[in-house]
């Protein structure tokens, strides 16, 4: 374990386990490889992993190039698990990481849009075209729903149960939830399933709900595209991203007195901390409720 390219070896096993074994989607198993290969790069050639001199000093350079807290801690995330994994596999006797703390830092809020936002939004696709159709059901069906935007584009005709409103989903980790959709984006998928999407397929055939005019699945970068141009149609100029209608769908429902474990539910969270960060909804809620029926408020 002394080589750099022993080192490479066992990182190159750990990618491998979390794609296959944990089923990490590419995007994570991506973000795991470049924060590696940041690693493995500040190792010197007489370097061992059982030093934990090796971590701390990978660490202090990344605070030394002025690396931000957040980016920090998920190097120290990445590192961490990399070593769990070599424990299992007895490839360390111990694991430096364990005296390691993670920076810390503050979790910012997430940016939603208003309704009357998300309304000029929806209407900003030409429905008189089959990819303004198409376009349009994609909008209400994420905020209908929260979907993560890989989600989205994966979604089959055979997940969605259009008679009884819901859709079954693969979220991360391979883990499956079904989710329910609203009458609007149901009459949205409709109206697109029947007129839009036929004429984008042109008689090809595809397992996929959401397609391009080549009959392909639409693409999470394409559609992130398109959803800045409909915002720029919009008014809205920044920081529109997939993630922030699926903001919006948890903030709306907490507004309309979902409880968190639902909305937890509903967004594919393991973990309710992760759904905590809609707390500034609960908050103002809590608040109309000490004043609209606390006699003293």
């Known amino acids: 374990m002394r080589s750099v390219a022993s080192i490479s070896a066992r990182v190159a096993s750990f990618l491998d386990f979390c794609r296959i074994e944990k089923g990490l989607s590419n995007a994570t198993v991506e973000a795991y490889n470049l924060d590696l290969k940041c690693f493995a790069g500040s190792l010197q050639p007489a370097d061992s992993l059982n030093d934990p001199s090796v971590v701390h000093r990978h660490v202090d350079s990344l605070y030394q190039n002025g690396m931000s807290s957040r980016s920090i801690a998920r190097h120290v995330t990445t590192i961490r698990n990399l070593y769990k994994f070599l424990m299992e596999q007895g490839a360390v006797d111990s694991d430096p990481t364990a005296l390691l703390a993670s920076p810390k830092h503050w979790h910012s809020l997430p940016k939603y849009l208003n309704k009357?936002?998300?309304s000029d939004l929806m209407a900003s696709p030409d429905r008189n075209h089959p990819q303004g159709l198409r376009d349009g059901a994609m909008l209400e069906f994420l905020y209908a729903t929260g979907l993560r935007v890989s989600e989205l584009c994966r979604v089959r005709v055979s997940d969605l149960e259009r008679d009884l409103g819901f859709v079954r989903v693969i979220g991360k980790g391979n883990k499956h939830r079904i989710v329910p959709v609203?009458?609007?984006a149901l009459r949205a998928v409709?109206?697109?399933f029947d007129s839009g999407r036929p004429r984008l397929l042109k008689g090809r055939a595809s397992p996929y709900l959401f397609v391009t005019n080549r009959g392909?699945?639409?693409?999470?970068?394409?559609f992130w595209k398109l959803l800045v141009g409909y915002g720029k149609k919009a008014g809205i100029f920044h920081n529109l991203t997939p993630h922030v209608l699926r903001?919006?769908?948890?903030?709306?429902?907490?507004?309309?007195?979902?409880?968190?474990?639902?909305?937890?539910?509903?967004l594919g969270h393991t973990d309710i901390s992760t759904t905590q960060i809609y707390t500034?909804?609960?908050?103002s809620r809590l608040r109309k409720t000490v004043d609209d029926h606390h006699p003293r408020a």
């Open 116 to 118: 009357q936002q998300l």
């Open 190 to 192: 409709e109206v697109y």
């Open 216 to 222: 392909a699945a639409m693409t999470r970068q394409a």
């Open 280 to 283: 500034h909804v609960m908050r």
């Open 182 to 184: 609203g009458k609007a």
């Open 247 to 266: 903001h919006t769908f948890a903030t709306h429902l907490l507004e309309g007195g979902a409880d968190l474990r639902s909305v937890q539910t509903m």
